[in-house]
């Protein structure tokens, strides 16, 4: 991924991405994550990883973001008035964002530099046939095993959704 | 990357097509204003209430379920690209996965789990 690729992309999605902040709509806050994690499944793209893009549209960009908006509809959330931004909080989330470009910043200072020659990855990696066939094979079991669980989650849901009924 | 050039395309033309029949229908469109055409529509009813009426919590448990068989679709997906390979033995692994998903859907309707009341 050369730069051009990736401050062609970085830049949309950092705007995307203040805009789920700032934006006074819960509604629109909830479409801009969207892009956002549309965004994001491009980046994964670029690292070869093809499922984990598909995974990004199809669960974040399609199951989660209908758990956001029932979320909005359930609170029944209005479109929130400037002058209830309250300043301790505005602090807060300042002293709160500048610890985090700090601790990225020393992180990234103790990554290598791009000087090691990069390695060649065998043909097909990351993509959708070559995990499926791993997937259906190698891991049988835990992907059988995995069925259980969904089975577990769901009786887990109607019973604690469903109590009083 | 070059796979995915059509997605590109579909994703660009998807969205100009969008705009353009926006903006189509705000040109050629008449414009005649009247406080009744500048009311939503709501069935033909004078609009009552809010648009933003609160949902009753009952239509969660549905969201949380539609996640759970989102994620059972995650697993058809990579297992439909290599179906034609893993021949009869995919099908039967996948079919003890998918009944053991459609014991819990009867249990969830058993319930009345996906009944609106």
């Known amino acids: ?120 990855l065998p043909a097909g990696f990351g993509t959708v046939q070559a995990l499926s066939e791993r997937l259906f094979t190698d891991f049988l079991l835990p992907f059988e095993i995995t069925s259980i669980l969904l089975l577990v989650a769901m009786v887990g849901a109607v019973v604690l959704a469903k109590r009083q009924g | ?27 050629l469109g008449p414009q005649k204003h009247a406080p009744v055409k500048e009311e939503p529509f709501e069935c033909g009813n004078p609009p009552s209430g809010s648009a933003w009426g609160r949902f009753s919590v009952k239509f969660y448990l549905a969201a949380i379920l539609f996640i759970i068989f989102d994620i059972e679709v995650v697993f058809l997906y990579p297992w439909a690209v290599v179906f034609r390979q893993l021949g009869l033995f995919g099908f039967i692994e996948m079919l003890v996965f998918v009944l053991i998903l459609a014991v819990g859907l009867v249990y969830i309707i058993k319930k009345g789990a996906l009944e609106p009341a």
């Open chain 2, 1 to 27: 990357m070059e796979q995915y050039v059509p997605v590109l395309i579909a994703l660009i033309l998807g969205g100009l097509i969008a705009t353009a029949m926006v903006f189509a229908s705000a040109i």
């Open chain 1, 1 to 120: 991924m050369d730069h051009v690729t990736f401050f062609a992309l970085a830049l949309p999605l950092i705007v995307v991405a203040t805009m789920v902040v700032v934006h006074p709509s819960p509604v629109y806050s909830a479409l801009f994550l969207v892009m956002t994690l549309f965004l994001l499944a491009v980046y994964f793209l670029f690292l070869d990883a093809h499922m984990v893009a598909a995974l990004q549209i199809i669960v974040y960009a399609g199951a989660i973001m209908v758990l956001f908006l029932f979320v909005i509809m359930l609170l029944n959330l209005q479109t929130e008035p400037r002058e209830q931004q309250r300043r301790g909080l505005r602090r807060a989330a300042l002293i709160g964002g500048g610890i985090l470009v700090l601790e990225l910043f020393l992180l990234l200072r103790r990554l290598p530099t791009g000087d090691t020659p990069e390695q060649a």
